[in-house]
């Protein structure tokens, strides 16, 4: 019988992970019986199973999703919120507060448009120049980590500006903590800003390798302006001005033609960071229009002879000042106006107030002789007496309540119309003029007729700041001794031009042209613009003005005239002397003398006047003829030969000055 096993006909043992081994089993007991015939056969031990490897689950992922995903969506919520809020809610309290401290904006000067003379020669031009600006948060504890930001900066920008260290402080540290800007100093030389520009790089460098340096002129900038230059100087001053501190006009065509020259400002808004321009942000900008260019009636070389001849003159005179004006007689285009002592605009530190203005313009004073001559014309155009008319000339002449004389002791003169002008007597004038009228009530108010329309007691036209219309007072007015002192230029008062005037008229056959500084502007656009015609008035028949000129030739060609340092070898020269009492403006009475000499050549062709004063001359003699004389000649000569106008060749007409009883 074949022995069956255990196993037969059951399924495998199911795999266990081994357990601990077990204790062999100890021998059977005693008195247990055996196991006998068809009894189960005992189990035989198994072998040991080799250990099957550890198996790791993982856990489900979907609960770990859902934890992130609720993050993210909470993160999510919480910018959406933030971003509602900044972007719907308080958007324009964020953009308000993003432009106050990142953007900044300032003005863009124009540039101020050029003044030349007459043939397009610079009289007064800008240059490129910066003004100094700083942003007084960025001089913080906050933004530089030290206390004394300012005073530090202040020590290094005091020398190169020239400015006391106090005064840089007090603007590196504003009352108002808000301040973004303030202006340090403005028109600098592009020298001035690139010391600063390399003393601030140098700060720069070392403060990113030493901690402990502090870049101080971090907050310093510049905003590219223009600055006014007078390239010839002293030149011409009193006619051009000056620009001052705010580039306005403070003088002459500056402050005359302000708003012309100026043009008209721009603006610029610009982000910034540390006090730099973010090129990469864009810009706001309207450009500035620049000023339009001044051509004035000057010419150059002129005036420089003119300014010349009266500097040297004044220095030699010892006097207090002196002017000289050079007129085309045709257009009545001033040529010249100078005045000395003078003024240099580019440096106005060194100026003197006094001599800051036009003098040739802004002084008002008695002229003396050289108004005899519209004395004369009133004479002659009222027809009461010719050139060769007969007058007694005493030595004294008891009118009113004075008793009159000329300039020197003489016995009796008998002298033509034409030799009373020529030798320049009072007394001759006084008698000549007292035709004029029946009465003196009368020839008074003949004579102030014609003064005003020789332009006295008016404004030149020129309409030039600060120019005096001097003084004419109505005839009702006069005082007794003023019936007799205003025909021989006492007692009234002009100003140079107007003295000038006066002869250019007679020159131009007895017509008035309004004297004129402009000759036309250029635009923005390059377009030429001439001046407006200045008004003509007819003061004298072009007949009486030939016949003024051929008298006032006898006081420069005759030898018994007043004016024979005025003669200019192959021209005919008309000129008239003046030596008058002169009023002391400190104290209101006389004090000196005002030495004159006005003319015009050719004088039977004219085309220039030129006409001379000096004022309070206190070494050699004061006669205008003396020291006016040659000043006119010298300028004269100067004028006739740049302007190449030629002798006329003809013959003086030789008026007698004297005739015998």
Known sequence: MTEVSDDFGRQPPRRRVPGPARPERSARPVGRPRPGPGARPA??????????????????????????????????????????????????????????????????????????????VALAASEDAYDITADPTLFTRKQLKIDDGPEQAAALLAPILGQEQETIVRKLRPKDKKLRYVLLANRQTPQVWKQIKDLRSALATKSETDPGTANVLGGVLSVPTTKRVYPNGDLAAGILGWVNADGKGGGGVEQQLNSLLAGKDGKIRYAQSGGRQVPTVGSTETPAVPGSDVELTIDRDIQWAAQQAITDQVKESKADRGYVIVQDTRTGQ?????????????????????????????????????????????????????????????????????????????????????????????????????????????????????LRKFGLGRYSGLDFPGETPGILAKPADWSTSQQFTIPFGQGVSLNAMQAASVYSTIANGGVRVEPTLVRGTKGPDGRFTPAAKPKETRVVSAKTARTLAQMLESVVDDEEGTGTKARIPGYRVAGKTGTANRVDPATGKYKGYTSSFAGFAPADKPRITVYCA????????????????PVYKQVMEFALKTLQVPPTGAKAAKLPVTYTP
């Open 334 to 450: 001033v040529l010249a106006m100078a005045n000395s002592p003078g003024f240099d605009p580019n440096d106005l530190s060194k100026a003197s107030s006094v001599n800051m203005g036009n003098a040739a313009l802004q002084d008002a004073y008695e002229p003396g002789s050289t108004a005899k001559v519209m004395s004369m014309a009133a004479v002659l155009e009222q027809g009461v007496a010719t050139p060769l008319t007969h007058v007694i000339v005493p030595n004294r002449l008891h009118r009113g309540d004075r008793l009159f004389k000329d300039d020197i002791d003489h016995e009796t003169w008998y002298l033509t119309l034409n030799g009373v002008l020529a030798k320049s007597s009072n007394i001759g004038t006084i008698l000549a003029t007292g035709q004029l009228g029946k009465t003196q009530a009368q020839a008074n108010q003949v004579l102030y007729s014609y």
């Open 614 to 629: 000096i004022q309070n001359a206190t070494s050699g003699s004061y006669f205008g003829g003396q020291i006016c004389g």
């Open 43 to 120: 189990r035989r031990p198994s072998a040991p199973r080799p250990a099957a490897p550890k198996t790791i689950r993982l856990g489900s992922p979907r609960p770990r999703l859902r934890l992130v995903g609720l993050a993210l969506t909470l993160v999510l919520a919480a910018f959406v919120v933030r971003l509602l809020q900044v972007q719907a809610v308080d958007a324009s309290t964020y953009a308000a507060k993003a432009e106050q401290n990142r953007y900044v904006g300032y003005t863009l000067a124009a540039e101020r448009g050029g003044i030349t003379d007459r043939d397009g």
